[in-house]
C-alpha cells in the first residue's frame, strides 16, 4: 500500500504561481513513475504532468508546458508541481497519482497506468 497526502493548493490571482506537494509513504520502493491530474466541476479527470521516478524523466499535457514544473525528491518520496502564470482555466482539484504494478502498455498520462492517487487539493485561480 502507498498513501499519498497533497498539499498547497489555495485561491491564487490569474498570473500568479503556486506549488503543489505530494507526500508518499508506505510502500514506496515498488514506484515507478507519480503523476498530477485535475478535475473541474462536471468533467473528467485530466492528465498534468508526471515524472519517471528513476531518471526525472517529465511528461506534460500541452495546456500547461512553459508553466507548470514537476520535480520529485526521491529522499522525500515527495512530488512537487510548480504552477506558474495561473489562468482561471486551471482552476480545479488537483491530485497525485503513484504508479507501483507495471502495465502492459505503459501510458503515463492516463488515469489507468495509477494504482493509488491522493484526496486532492484544490486550486481557484481568479480572473
Known amino acids: 500500500q502507498v498513501q499519498l497526502v497533497e498539499s498547497g493548493g489555495g485561491l491564487v490571482q490569474a498570473g500568479g504561481s503556486l506549488r503543489l506537494s505530494c507526500a508518499a509513504s508506505g510502500r514506496t520502493f515498488n514506484i515507478y513513475a507519480m503523476g498530477w491530474f485535475r478535475q473541474a466541476p462536471g468533467k473528467d479527470r485530466d492528465f498534468v504532468a508526471s515524472?519517471?521516478?528513476?531518471?526525472?524523466?517529465?511528461q506534460y499535457q500541452d495546456s500547461v508546458k512553459g508553466r507548470f514544473t514537476i520535480s520529485r525528491d526521491n529522499a522525500k518520496n515527495t512530488v512537487y508541481l510548480q504552477m506558474n502564470t495561473l489562468k482561471p482555466e486551471d482552476t480545479a482539484v488537483y491530485y497525485c497519482?503513484?504508479?507501483?504494478?507495471?502495465?502492459?502498455?505503459?501510458?503515463?498520462?492516463?488515469?489507468?497506468?495509477?494504482?493509488?492517487w491522493g484526496q486532492g487539493t484544490q486550486v481557484t485561480v481568479s480572473s
Open positions: 515524472i519517471n521516478w528513476r531518471d526525472a524523466s517529465p
Open positions: 497519482a503513484a504508479a507501483v504494478n507495471p502495465k502492459l502498455v505503459r501510458r503515463l498520462s492516463s488515469v489507468m497506468e495509477y494504482d493509488y
